[in-house]
């Protein structure tokens, strides 16, 4: 995709209620104006089966009880989702990251980065500064 960072969409997927908010103050910060927040992979599924959000980067925790992020992302790209990822971790395994970065390779979705929880303004400006 070649949009401006400005006009792109984030979905944040988290079970952290803290650390959505957080986000969904940074972002802007960083540059993205358009955020949507979800609790969970299971709330982030819903609102992307009902088409409430379509997002062009999905800012995914992979530490989360009711799907972690391998299962989250599997279930958007049936959904449809084709768009940008970036993998988000406080306690999550390198493992668990290699096996994220993988599955989006295999469905050619592009992973724009990793951040490590608790998420710094300078880690999202470096992540969405790529684009």
């Known amino acids: 995709m070649n949009l401006d960072i400005h006009t792109r969409s984030t979905l944040v997927v988290d079970d952290d209620r803290m650390m959505l908010r957080i986000l969904e103050r940074m972002?802007?910060?960083a540059g993205v104006e358009q955020?949507?927040?979800?609790e969970g992979g299971a709330k982030a599924c819903e609102l992307l089966r009902?088409?409430?959000?379509?997002?062009?980067?999905?800012?995914?925790?992979?530490?989360?009880p009711d799907l972690n992020g391998i299962e989250f992302l599997h279930q958007a790209i049936d959904l449809g989702y084709s768009g940008e990822v970036i993998l988000m971790?406080?306690?999550?395994?390198?493992?668990?990251?290699?096996?994220?970065d993988l599955l989006a390779k295999d469905f050619d979705l592009t992973v724009l980065g990793t951040l490590v929880k608790p998420v710094s303004l300078e880690g999202l400006k470096a992540v969405f500064g790529q684009l």
């Open 27 to 29: 972002l802007p910060l």
């Open 35 to 38: 955020v949507a927040i979800a």
């Open 50 to 64: 009902e088409n409430e959000v379509a997002p062009d980067i999905i800012l995914c925790d992979m530490h989360m």
């Open 89 to 100: 971790s406080g306690g999550a395994s390198d493992e668990i990251l290699m096996q994220a």
